[in-house]
């Protein structure tokens, strides 16, 4: 069974950089489509980003695009999410999740494992 466990939340200015970590156990980990998704207070989960297990086949949601970047290393068995020019409307607890098969979508239903979750805070 696979685990996943994320780190690197905190507080940044807006317009800072912060780097979320995610940390997956297991022997089948590398194998796995990871996203990245994301719920601030009184909203609903939404997708931020996903990448396929090769590494490849990135999605966005249209509000992180050319701010946010997943990258996987499968050797370490962790996947990232770089996230730059952070807004005002970013705060929120971002979880890691792992889909087993299939690629990204936007469903959180679709995904079979999930993180506890970091917090991320951005000031004004």
């Known amino acids: 069974q696979v685990q996943l466990v994320e780190s690197g939340g905190g507080l940044v200015q807006a317009g800072g950089s912060l780097r979320l970590s995610c940390a997956a156990s297991?022997?089948?980990?590398?194998?796995?489509?990871m996203c990245w998704f994301r719920q601030a207070p009184g909203k609903e989960r939404e997708f931020v980003a996903g990448?396929?297990?090769?590494?490849?086949?990135?999605s966005y949601a249209d509000s992180v695009k050319a701010r946010f970047t997943i990258s996987r290393d499968n050797a370490e068995n962790t996947v990232y999410l770089q996230m730059n020019s952070l807004k005002p409307e970013d705060p929120a607890v971002y979880y890691c999740?792992?889909?087993?098969?299939?690629?990204?979508?936007?469903?959180?239903?679709?995904?079979?494992?999930w993180g506890q979750g970091t917090q991320v805070t951005v000031s004004s």
């Open positions: 297991g022997r089948t980990a590398s194998s796995y489509t």
């Open positions: 999740a792992a889909r087993k098969y299939g690629s990204s979508t936007y469903l959180a239903r679709e995904y079979d494992v």
């Open positions: 990448i396929l297990w090769t590494g490849r086949g990135t």
